[in-house]
C-alpha cells in the first residue's frame, strides 16, 4: 500500500535554533517528492519538489534531502524564524497530482 | 497576478444538508484539483476537473459531486452531509508539467454539526 509516514508529529523549537523532519514512504512508482509548508487556516506552499535523480534541494532556509535507495526524505530547517511555525506535509508522486500520496505533516512550533 | 481563490472561508452546515464550495482557478489555468483535508490526515484527492469535464475522481462516495464552468472555475457539492465530512476542502491548480509546483487556495472549512 503506497504511504508517507512523517515524523515526528509535532515539534516545540526556540527561535534561532536548527530541525530536522523526517519523511519514510513505500510509494511505486516514484515520481517526485515534494515539502509543503502549511500556515494553519490556508493552503500548502510549496517548498522544493525533488525527482529521483536529485538528493538535495535548497530554499533558502529550507534543505531537503532525498535517499530514493531508503526511500526517506528529511527537511531541515536552519536559523528558525517565528514565522516557520506551521505545518510541513511531504508528498510522493508516483505520476500524476490525482495520485499524489500526502504525510499526515509535522507541525512545528517555534517560540521566541 | 491573483492566485486560486476558494468561498466562502468557512462554511457550517447540519447533517443531511447540501453544501457547495466554489474554487478560481489562477487565470488561464483550465485543471482544477480538489482535495479533502481532515484534522489530523493527509490531504485525499476528492475530484479532477480538466477543460470543462470531469477526468478522475478519488475513492469517495457519489454524493460527493462537481463541475467546472466554462470559465474554469469551479464548485464542489457534498450532499447529505455527514458529521465525518468535516474538513478542510482545498482547489488546486498544477503549474504545468507533472513535475511542477500545485498551488493551493486557501480552503474551505466545513464544519457539520
Not at chain 1, 510509494?27 to 517548498?47: A, C, E, H, I, M
Not at chain 1, 514565522?83 to 500520496?101: E, M, Q, R, T, W
Not at chain 2, 444538508?17 to 484539483?33: D, F, N, W
Amino acid at each position: 500500500k503506497n504511504q508517507v509516514e512523517q515524523s515526528p508529529q509535532s515539534l516545540i523549537i526556540l527561535e534561532g535554533k536548527n530541525c530536522t523532519l523526517q519523511c519514510n514512504y513505500t510509494v511505486s512508482p516514484f515520481s517526485n517528492l515534494r515539502w509543503y509548508k502549511q500556515d494553519t487556516g490556508r493552503g500548502p506552499v510549496s517548498l522544493t519538489i525533488m525527482t529521483f535523480s536529485e538528493n538535495t534541494k535548497s530554499n533558502g532556509r529550507y534543505t531537503a534531502t532525498l535517499d530514493a535507495d531508503t526511500k526517506q526524505s528529511s527537511l531541515h530547517i536552519t536559523a528558525s524564524q517565528l514565522s516557520d511555525s506551521a505545518s510541513y506535509i511531504c508528498v510522493v508522486s508516483p505520476g500524476g497530482y490525482n495520485k499524489l500520496i500526502f504525510g499526515a505533516g509535522t507541525r512545528l512550533a517555534v517560540h521566541p | 497576478e491573483a492566485g486560486v481563490t476558494q468561498s466562502p472561508t468557512h462554511l457550517i452546515k447540519t447533517r443531511g444538508q447540501q453544501a457547495t464550495l466554489r474554487c478560481s482557478p489562477i487565470s488561464g489555468h483550465t485543471s482544477v484539483y480538489w482535495y479533502q483535508q481532515a484534522l489530523g490526515l493527509g490531504l485525499q484527492f476528492l475530484l479532477w476537473y480538466d477543460e470543462g469535464e470531469e477526468r478522475n475522481r478519488g475513492n469517495f462516495p457519489p454524493r460527493f459531486s462537481g463541475r467546472q464552468f466554462p470559465n474554469y472555475s469551479s464548485e464542489l457539492n457534498v450532499n447529505a452531509l455527514e458529521l465525518e465530512d468535516s474538513a478542510l476542502y482545498l482547489c488546486a491548480n498544477p503549474g504545468g508539467t507533472a513535475n511542477e509546483k500545485l498551488f493551493f487556495g486557501s480552503g474551505t472549512q466545513l464544519s457539520v454539526l
